[in-house]
């Protein structure tokens, strides 16, 4: 492991109020130009390649989108877990005309994060109180969340800073690549 990963790693567990402070201090000592912007990108990049997800997740969600044409008629679908009783949902979606694929890979995720958080709030509970585990074979969608790859073009980046602002509203995420077999056994697709 790299001393940089080895930081993160160690930023990752540290409680919410104690990442805000290190923050804080950062911001101080002119390290961030802007703290506010620095603590919600930091908490998003953290929560989304956080170790301390427990073995087994509250939530599993598998997601997959693409376009016929590409750009061309979006479309996409995902399927949300429930690991306590395996209780599971699949939704499918039509997106409409002009998508590329990706932009379907994260429209379909972002649907499924909002879904999940409508549902749990609904329940009158709390994101934050769940460990979820995101699953997708879109490389590119995982690794610009993870914060590995950059997103370079404005509708790329505008919906990779979404689902980071949606996945850091839960206590503990992990985010996996898996097969395009796999997506395609869960989803049909």
Same mark, same amino acid.
């Given at each position: 492991?790299?001393?940089?990963?080895?930081?993160?790693?160690?930023?990752?567990?540290?409680?919410?109020?104690?990442?805000?402070?290190?923050?804080?201090?950062?911001?101080?000592?002119?390290?961030?130009?802007?703290?506010?912007?620095?603590?919600?990108?930091?908490?998003?990049?953290?929560?989304?390649?956080t170790s301390k997800a427990p073995?087994?997740?509250?939530?599993?969600?598998?997601?997959?989108?693409?376009?016929?044409?590409?750009?061309?008629?979006?479309?996409?679908?995902?399927a949300i877990t429930r690991t306590?009783?395996?209780?599971?949902?699949?939704?499918?979606?039509?997106?409409?005309?002009?998508?590329?694929?990706?932009?379907?890979?994260?429209?379909?995720?972002?649907?499924?994060?909002?879904?999940?958080? #409508?549902?749990?709030? %609904?329940?009158? /509970?709390?994101?934050?109180?769940?460990? !979820?585990?995101?699953? $997708?074979?879109?490389? +590119?969608?995982?690794?610009?969340?993870?914060?590995?790859?950059?997103?370079? #073009?404005?509708?790329? %980046?505008?919906? /990779?800073?979404?689902?980071?602002?949606? !996945?850091?509203?839960? $206590?503990?995420?992990? +985010?996996?690549?898996?097969?395009?077999?796999?997506?395609?056994?869960?989803?049909?697709?």
């Amino acid at each position: 492991m790299d001393r940089v990963q080895e930081i993160a790693t160690a930023i990752a567990e540290l409680q919410p109020a104690e990442k805000r402070r290190l923050l804080e201090i950062l911001a101080a000592q002119g390290d961030l130009a802007q703290p506010v912007a620095a603590l919600t990108a930091a908490r998003s990049d953290l929560a989304s390649t956080t170790s301390k997800a427990p073995q087994e997740p509250d939530y599993i969600v598998i997601f997959d989108g693409g376009s016929k044409g590409n750009p061309g008629w979006g479309y996409g679908s995902y399927a949300i877990t429930r690991t306590q009783d395996g209780a599971q949902r699949v939704e499918r979606l039509q997106l409409g005309d002009g998508y590329t694929n990706n932009e379907a890979e994260y429209d379909s995720l972002i649907a499924a994060l909002q879904d999940l958080i #409508e549902r749990i709030e %609904k329940a009158e /509970r709390q994101p934050h109180e769940f460990a !979820l585990e995101v699953r $997708g074979d879109s490389t +590119l969608v995982i690794r610009q969340l993870q914060g590995t790859w950059k997103a370079r #073009e404005p509708r790329m %980046k505008e919906r /990779r800073d979404h689902c980071r602002q949606l !996945l850091g509203r839960f $206590g503990a995420v992990l +985010l996996k690549t898996q097969p395009r077999e796999e997506s395609v056994r869960v989803l049909g697709h």
